[in-house]
């Protein structure tokens, strides 16, 4: 009788502790149906009758071999490229996602009736239709005439740069790894410092499409070592000529006399003689650049000393010979 009066008092307790879970558990799973009604039907109006879904809401997606991975923009298997549906219902192919940054080129596909326009570092670039860009720099692409809609962004790097200071993927992308020369360095869910100068390799996937991606660039926030020779006077005034130095293999130089481009013939052995007002210009791949501003005054080169030596002797000569020749004459 014992046993069996325990065995009901056990029964008794255990059924208690199940009727308080359930009434602590009831609130909270009604609470997130109604939130997930809220969600899910939060939108007031008709629905498209075609596809039974909120009018323009990614129904371009719903196609075999597409995959929606935000809001305005999807994945075309087919193509391997990204696509962005746009109001007119035409459609935006890319190569590159919206907040992408790559090393290489980026391939646009556009065939709608709308202008196309596209701006690198906010100058408009020439590009009808489809295109492929190279050049290093902040794209963005529009589309529309008089009130150009922005439809994505993204970023193209050469093999080193200064441009980037920090790597935020785009959305619906995960970092999965980072690394600096060659040792592994911090990273966020989102986003890699970039800031110091090193051989970056960023590792990142977009779980909705399956697929891999890695950004490899080398961050050089240093100038080049420009270097020039000439003799400084008393006045600032450089009274010599200029032999730019200094420069490595894949730097370019600029040079500006009183305002106007100087041509230079090849950036190695450059000497600048003529007397005015420069500004010379170095920048190597990555972006960086380093600037001097100098004046060249009038001063006596060695063909002008020569010059005036000859002219002197010459001189020299001439009278001497008249002297000679008077006195040779007196003898007489």
Known sequence: MKKRSLNRK?????????????????????EGEESGEEDEFSYVGELDPETGDVPGRASSFSEAGRAEISPGMGYDAAREQFVFP??????????????????????????????????????????????ELRDPGVYAVAVGSETAARVCSFTILGPSTNLIHAYTVPEGFLLRGAE???????????????????KYVVRYR?????????????????????????????????????????????????????????????ADDVVLTDTGVYTVTAADAAGNTVK???????????????????FAAVVASVFIYAFWKRKSLKVR
């Open 86 to 131: 746009l109001t007119d219902g035409t459609e935006l192919f890319s190569s590159a996602a919206d907040g992408m940054i790559v090393t290489g080129r980026v391939i646009l596909d556009y065939t709608g009736p709308s202008a196309l326009t596209v701006y690198r570092n906010g100058e408009a670039v020439n590009l009808a239709g489809a295109g």
């Open 10 to 30: 056990a029964l008794r307790a255990l059924s208690a502790l199940l009727l308080l879970f359930l009434l602590l558990a009831l609130p909270a799973m009604a």
């Open 206 to 266: 977009c779980p909705l499409i399956d697929k891999d991606y890695t950004l490899s660039v080398v961050i050089d926030r240093t100038p080049p070592n420009l270097i020039l020779s000439g003799t400084v006077g008393r006045d600032g005034g450089v009274h010599s000529a200029v032999q730019v130095l200094g420069l490595e293999p894949g730097d370019a130089l600029y040079v500006t006399r009183d305002g106007e481009p100087v041509r230079l013939n090849t």
């Open 292 to 310: 001097y501003d100098f004046t060249i005054m009038l001063y006596l080169n060695t063909n002008a000393v020569m010059f005036i030596l000859l």
């Open 180 to 198: 600096r020369d060659g040792e592994e360095i911090e990273y966020s869910r989102y986003t890699v410092e970039m800031e110091q100068e090193g």
